[in-house]
């Protein structure tokens, strides 16, 4: 582990060129991959990209001359891709429409060393030590727990609510749904820095040729023409972070982990090799993606969006206890904004404008709020308010409460065209999602997982 960073100008997917690169980048980083190798893209949704965008995932090129780089290794036996989508989705669908399977594939016809691509969400786990502030113990898949060597090839882009995700909020990915839910709230940050102890790659490829920006789910891409290398996830972290106009500061869970002893501290620590090697090089650089405008922070703040759509919709935003008064920023308001965000891509800003007026609160609200007739819901565990003249009341008693459990719980009431009303859309998923049962069951991974209930849960509650 070292605090280099590897900066290399790459204007497009060029697979050849990508391979050279990452290969100059192992060698200077003394990264020699060996025995098997586990890699972990980022790929949090994938789905019908004319609608909803292909840039919310690590490019497949990119992934392709990855695995070709790593697979032709002289040490490496076996090359296994893994990944969990966001929840509610699974991950074959997401890989399917990421172009991830065809990818693979012919990349299984470029090497010798045996190539696969698996979902966590269908295998075995193991249970590994994590000793943290959220998590004691996390099961991961197997075949990350028992490689060789790892290696991560995060996209650079925007966040709802972390401002950016890179090779660090990436392990977010390694937890299957049920611990993935276990706080991902107001203990988010706490949760992503435990996720290092399991989730420490030794060797980072980040994919920062096209940046996305706004909603990480639904980014706009903008055009940086980068690779960062580096065997120090807060290195080339706080890189990212810089270029896409953010401090230390700014991200709460790179701080957090500087807190917890983990180095470095600042961007001045970071050794930049390469083709940009200085601070004044970098930002000049950063001014690509230039200007930090409303597209850039899209769906940040869910109330200057709904005023932006002309939308009838009111949002209200509380904390999450009185005492002190502390809203949760990483817990159910992002699953809001993934879910208008992707009504957004889905049906269109101009829906927006004729949508049912609903009432939507998240945490406890001290003032009255007088519905006036429409449905209101309750977003969160902790949501509480006093309310008068609603239509209707449903509470999502869920922390936290996610995208996908406000499309199937009231996105039909909101008068706009969603993917849950639109069979066309939710056919396919229903499918994948059948295909996803059908190989955890003949993987074995339900026997598993109850067996893992009946031996430490229900032990425990007896």
Request: net charge neutral; glycine share 8%; hydrophobic share 40%.
């Amino acid at each position: 582990m070292s605090n280099t960073v590897i900066i290399k100008f790459c204007e497009e997917y060029d697979r050849a060129k990508i391979s050279a690169i990452l290969s100059q980048g192992m060698n200077e980083l003394h990264y020699t991959p060996r025995g098997n190798v586990f890699v972990k893209p980022n790929v949090v949704f994938a789905y019908h990209s004319e609608t909803f965008g292909g840039h919310a995932f690590t490019a497949p090129p990119f992934v392709g001359a990855s695995l070709t780089t790593l697979a032709n290794a002289p040490g490496v036996t076996r090359v296994d891709m893994g990944e969990n989508s966001a929840v509610g989705l699974p991950t074959r669908l997401n890989y399917k429409h990421a172009g991830y399977f065809t990818e693979v594939k012919e990349v299984r016809s470029r090497v010798s060393c045996p190539v696969g691509i698996f979902c966590m969400d269908e295998v075995l786990r193991d249970s590994v030590f994590v000793g943290g502030a959220v998590h004691d113990n996390l099961r991961i898949s197997r075949r990350m727990a028992r490689a060789d060597s790892k290696v991560y090839l995060p996209k650079l882009k925007g966040h709802c609510v972390s401002n950016m995700t890179g090779a660090v909020k990436l392990n977010i990915g390694i937890c299957s749904d049920d611990e993935r839910a276990i706080r991902h709230d107001f203990m988010l940050n706490e949760k992503i820095v435990d996720l290092l102890a399991p989730g420490y790659p030794d060797f980072i490829a980040m994919d920062a040729i096209d940046v996305g920006v706004g909603n990480e789910a639904f980014p706009t891409p903008r055009k940086m023409g980068l690779i960062l290398m580096g065997d120090n996830p807060l290195a080339v972290d706080l890189v990212g972070a810089r270029l896409l106009g953010y401090d230390i500061e700014d991200v709460a869970y790179l701080k957090l982990a500087v807190e917890r002893g983990y180095t470095p501290a600042s961007l001045d620590e970071v050794d930049l090799r390469g083709d940009i090697t200085t601070l004044s090089a970098l930002d000049e650089h950063a001014q690509r993606i230039h200007p930090y405008d409303d597209e850039f922070h899209r769906w940040q703040d869910v109330n200057k969006e709904l005023d932006r759509l002309k939308s009838p919709i009111r949002f209200y935003f509380g904390p999450y206890r009185h005492e002190p008064g502390k809203k949760c920023l990483t817990g159910c308001v992002m699953g809001v904004k993934m879910f208008l965000g992707s009504i957004e891509k889905f049906a269109g800003s101009e829906a927006f404008a004729s949508a049912n007026p609903v009432v939507m609160i998240v945490g406890r609200i001290d003032e009255t709020i007088d519905a006036k007739g429409a449905d209101v819901f309750l977003v969160g565990s902790c949501a509480k308010a006093d309310i008068v003249n609603a239509r209707k009341i449903k509470h999502f008693d869920k922390c936290f409460t996610t995208a996908s459990d406000l499309n199937l719980g009231m996105a039909h009431k909101l008068g706009m065209p969603v993917v849950t009303t639109t069979p066309s859309a939710i056919l396919p998923m229903v499918g994948y999602m059948a295909a996803a049962s059908f190989m955890k069951l003949i993987k074995g991974r339900y026997f598993q997982d109850m067996g893992h209930f009946l031996t430490t849960h229900l032990n425990k509650r007896v």
